[in-house]
């Protein structure tokens, strides 16, 4: 069983306010990634990392930005939140080397909406 | 562009009876392919894989088929059951070529009826 953590799991907000989503995972994977998905839609990858102090941007575009300075943990940051960055959030981490090859496995999401 | 493509939005099946969800990509590249269910307001849950080696993993009531010269594969569920319904997602990725990130497509929503 995955063991991958999200806070908060639904977040209302003012435009322009700071808030920072967090990602926390005990299984000592090395890789971690942000998605983000609106109702309907696939899944979008915004931000990956492979292992500490390395972070790369996904294909979807976003305003938001992500540190790793620890393994297990991958907060996520939007400096001034609009209502355009409203969505669900959702944090994913995998181990390379292992017989499934990388299968990702995700916290409960966040929901964000901004008003 | 999208390059994994689920193009039914929705399936409807009797309890008792197989689910099949299907995909296609157009990425020649990809050699591995995952499929997750998904439950409303929770993360996606990771239920089978295949290697591109391979055209046929089971589990369980789970099948996945891969047919790599038409770029397709489909997920068997037999028999289906209440506690399937949900939002399917077909996912790919390339981690022979070190990447290991996903590229998924849009899902599938299946209700099983009792």
């Known amino acids: 069983e995955a063991d991958i953590y999200q806070t908060p799991r639904y977040l209302v907000i003012g435009t322009g306010k700071k808030i920072t989503l967090e990602c926390s995972q005990t299984?000592?994977?090395?890789?971690m990634y942000w998605y983000q998905q609106d109702p309907g839609m696939e899944l979008h990858l915004i931000h990956y990392?492979?292992?500490?102090?390395?972070?790369e941007k996904g294909d979807l575009s976003s305003e938001s930005t992500v540190s790793r300075i620890r393994t297990e943990h991958f907060p996520l940051t939007l400096e001034s939140a609009r209502p355009s960055h409203t969505s669900q959030y959702l944090c994913?981490?995998?181990?390379?080397?292992?017989?499934?090859?990388?299968?990702?496995?995700f916290g409960p999401g966040t929901r964000l909406t901004v008003t | 562009d999208q390059q994994v493509k689920q193009n039914s939005p929705s399936l409807s099946v009797q309890e008792g009876r197989i689910s099949i969800l299907n995909c296609d990509y157009t990425?020649?590249?990809?050699?591995?392919f995952l499929w997750y269910k998904k439950y409303p307001a929770e993360g996606p849950t990771f239920l089978i894989s295949?290697?591109?080696?391979?055209d046929k993993n089971e589990d369980g009531r789970f099948t996945v088929f891969l047919n790599k010269s038409a770029k397709h594969l489909s997920l068997h569920i037999v028999p289906s059951q209440p506690g399937d319904s949900a939002v399917y997602f077909c996912?790919?990725?390339?981690?022979?070529?070190?990447?290991?990130?996903?590229?998924f497509g849009a899902g599938t929503t299946v209700t099983v009826r009792a």
């Open positions: 996912a790919a990725s390339t981690p022979r070529s070190n990447d290991y990130k996903l590229s």
């Open positions: 990392s492979y292992g500490v102090n390395s972070t």
């Open positions: 299984m000592g994977h090395d890789k």
């Open positions: 295949i290697s591109s080696i391979k």
């Open positions: 990425n020649s590249m990809f050699d591995y």
């Open positions: 994913a981490s995998s181990a390379s080397g292992t017989s499934g090859e990388g299968e990702q496995y």
